[in-house]
């Protein structure tokens, strides 16, 4: 069974600090690793990671895959209120775009 | 833009109930899935289509039904609701191939008493 497992679960940091977000995937005829940022509603699309060791960078936001060792990280620079969030980690298998999701790291921003 | 709409955004409903919540998208994705996600839990799968006329089954057991007539519109219904359906549903959509991100809809919160 795949399985996509994220951590950590939770996490509070103050402004401008650095957090990396962890996620680890078991899933059978890999595919993708894609990353989801969740504020109250839909998941909105941040990153699909498809190649070991090349990172991707949007802003303060960067994460790389590693396909050997089964684990991507997402790291967000110099934190801001409105980076608060629930951040989803997910991978598709090559089955036709079918994600198993992880549970999601809830990251909260202090002022 | 991403353009991929979901109605009601929440519905309160009693036991027992048909409802029916809608989803539609402009993109013209061929593939298009409904997701159950509990208050901070994971998403997970309980319906997909890979076109009209197509629908199967997601990793979750679901009670509900989805049709695909339209390519556009992929309704999901709940012939009797239950107060264990409570829960958010989620519409996405994607071209075909693991290289395509889905893309989400606002979601149902569906609240059944």
């Known amino acids: 069974e795949d399985k996509v497992v994220q951590s950590p679960l939770s996490l509070v940091v103050h402004e401008g600090d650095t957090v990396t977000l962890n996620c680890s995937y078991e899933?059978?005829?890999?595919?993708?690793l894609l990353w989801y940022k969740q504020e109250k509603k839909a998941p909105t699309f941040l990153f699909m990671l498809?190649?070991?060791?090349i990172e991707k960078k949007s802003g303060r936001l960067s994460s790389i895959l590693d396909k050997k060792e089964l684990f991507s990280i997402l790291n967000i620079t110099a934190t801001q209120t409105g980076d608060s969030a629930i951040y989803l980690c997910?991978?598709?298998?090559?089955?036709?775009?079918?994600?198993?999701f992880g549970g999601g790291t809830r990251l909260m921003v202090k002022p | 833009e991403a353009d991929i709409y979901q109605t009601p955004r929440y519905l309160v409903i009693g036991t027992g109930k048909k409802i029916t919540l809608e989803c539609s998208q402009t993109m013209g994705h061929d593939k298009m899935y409904w997701y159950q996600q509990d208050p901070g839990m994971e998403l997970h799968l309980i319906h997909y289509s890979y076109g009209v006329n197509s629908t199967e089954k997601g990793d979750l057991s679901s009670e509900s039904t989805v049709s695909r007539i339209r390519t556009e519109h992929f309704p999901l219904t709940l012939e009797s609701a239950r107060p264990s359906h409570t829960s958010q549903y989620l519409c996405?959509?994607?071209?075909?191939?693991?290289?395509?991100?889905?893309?989400f809809g606002p979601g149902t919160r569906l609240t059944v008493t």
């Open positions: 498809t190649s070991s060791g």
């Open positions: 899933v059978t005829n890999f595919r993708s």
């Open positions: 997910a991978a598709n298998n090559n089955a036709g775009n079918m994600l198993t």
């Open positions: 996405a959509s994607s071209w075909p191939g693991p290289t395509y991100e889905q893309y």
